[in-house]
């Protein structure tokens, strides 16, 4: 574990665990896919103040557990999706014997929940895979989404940033630290008169509220044309044509 100072950083070790090869059904490779979400989740974790490495690309998946010892870990974090028959919505396997693994999975379905609400998402006790055995701290192996379904693979595709804002969400909460975005750089600003905050980046998308003129939002993630963003506690997205941007004044001491 990192320290800065003389106070250790807490550390969660990610790994993709899918197949490099596989393709989902819209035709994106899977790992490429993955990649998106961790590279994001990564920064988020990391400005919120969490030393969060990435499995090397050279090391066998099954050696997960093992760096994650070594490194001394607080959080084991895999990624992946998976190819079921009649199979669809988010998965989260964890070590049944494990009390600190099945907290750590119901928070994280607590912030899925809350941050995609459309996509089924389950718990699922998984005692032999090698990462549970091995692993000294609390390890979890998310399976966002059956690769093989159209409606999983294209919000896998389109959605890197509500799952990255969900899982850092979940994995901060765990550390109990606050989770930070990694644009906080920057601000914006509705310009429009009124502004929908929608539940995904379409005109269509269920409208969740509208925001006045001048409203603060927060930046997370951007999705083309739109800006997913957060405000009074609530996530959603907005058209970018509608925001004013600006560098963010730094905070007084």
Known sequence: MEKRGNTALPSVLLSSCGNEAAEHSNGANEADVISAVLSLLQDYLQVSGLNAPMRPAKVPGAMVASIANRQRAGLLFCLKSYSKKD???????????????????????????????????????????????????????LRLGNRDHPDDAQWMLQCTGVIAHALAGAICEWFEIPCKSPFAAMQASVVAPSLALRRGPAAKSEQLRVLARGAKLTLLHREGDWQYV?????????????????KAKAEKK
């Open 87 to 141: 199979a669809q919505g988010v998965e989260i396997c964890f070590h049944p014997a494990s009390e600190k693994s099945r907290r750590a999975a119901q928070l994280l379905e607590q912030h899925l929940n809350v941050a995609v609400p459309t996509k089924q998402v389950r718990l699922a006790p998984a005692p032999q895979l090698p990462d549970f055995r091995m692993a000294k701290c609390p390890a979890l192996q």
């Open 230 to 246: 957060e405000i009074d506690g609530k996530c959603g997205y907005v058209p970018r044509r509608h925001l004013k941007f600006a």
